[in-house]
């Protein structure tokens, strides 16, 4: 189970801190990731980080302003979002995908992520 939280309204240039808890299995093979939604586009990814090792990736519209970061010992993920800006607003969900496999078949619920110009 995925259970994402840190949403919440903020003015442009402003930071929020993502979090998702993760539980039910142990996350030593996984890849944990961030994506979001905006209102008629479709879902896109945001980060990810792999559980193991710690390496990251990203989009690169948000590139120097986001860091994804797991907390191995509450098996968390974070994505601390710096500099937010109008078209970050979307409903962010995190996920889960078991190394290798490419789809993720895990995950949250969403939690809305407003930026106001």
């Known amino acids: 189970q995925l259970q994402a939280s840190g949403g919440g309204l903020v003015q442009t240039g402003e930071s929020l801190r993502l979090s998702c808890a993760a539980s039910g299995r142990p996350l030593t093979n996984y890849i944990m990731a961030w994506f979001r939604q905006a209102p008629g586009r479709e879902r896109e990814f945001v980060a990810s980080?792999?559980?193991?090792?710690?390496?990251?990736d990203y989009a690169e519209s948000v590139k120097g302003r986001f860091t994804i970061s797991r907390n191995r010992a509450e098996s968390t993920v974070y994505l601390q979002m710096n500099s937010l800006k109008p078209e970050d607003t979307a409903i962010y969900y995190c996920a889960a995908r078991m190394f290798p496999v490419s789809d993720y078949s895990y995950w949250g619920q969403g939690t809305q992520v407003t930026v106001s110009s």
């Open positions: 980080v792999r559980w193991s090792g710690g390496r990251t």
